[in-house]
């Protein structure tokens, strides 16, 4: 009876597999995206290994292995791009994906290995790197002259210059269909876009 409790308690271990956690980290092309991952070391003998992979965390190991440390440094790494720039000493072994691009986007896997067995400590993350925002507009210089009359010397002439700033398409004002009348007209369009 004990043999048969124990294995039902082996199988229901190995095919249930650890618990594993899912984060999503969005970043943008171009910059460099950290993916967070940490586990608690008390003291030294708490250092272990780890390594992250380009899939969700299998069984054993790190399907498609992009970094792996002893604990202590970086044992191997796919590219340079891929860095683990946290303190691996005290359990910092987030992934910094540097000079991020679109390719890099899907799941990622941090095991740390734990002594024992069913012990690992696994988190999957869905990363997502999307496109910068672009402006879309360039910045425009509206001027605007006004003279007096030939021949009057009433009012004095001027120009009043304004630089609109670069915005989105989204965010892009609809433009007048004339331009300013006069100074106070020009300078009512502008406090009503700010």
Request: proline share 6%.
């Amino acid at each position: 009876m004990l043999s048969y409790v124990c294995l039902n308690w082996v199988l229901l271990v190995l095919f249930t597999g650890p618990t594993v956690s899912e984060l999503v980290v969005i970043g943008e092309v171009g910059q460099d995206v950290t993916v967070p991952c940490r586990y608690r070391v008390q003291d030294r003998s708490g250092i272990t290994s780890m390594c992250w992979g380009r899939d969700r965390c299998p069984n054993s190991k790190c399907s498609r292995p992009i970094i792996w440390t002893d604990g202590w440094r970086v044992t191997e790494q796919h590219s340079s791009r891929y860095q683990l720039k946290g303190d691996l000493q005290n359990g910092d072994v987030s992934l910094t994906i540097v000079n991020a691009r679109e390719a890099d986007s899907g799941i990622y896997c941090c095991r740390v290995e734990l002594p024992g067995w069913f012990n690992d400590q696994l988190t999957n993350h869905k990363v997502v790197i999307m496109e910068a925002r672009i402006s879309t507009a360039s910045p425009h210089t509206y001027t605007s002259e006004q003279t007096s009359a030939p021949g009057s010397t009433s009012e004095p002439s001027f120009t009043a210059t304004r630089t609109w700033p670069s915005v989105s398409a989204s965010e892009a004002p609809q433009t007048a269909s004339a331009p300013c009348a006069g100074p106070s007209e020009c300078l009512d369009v502008t406090a009503n876009l700010q």
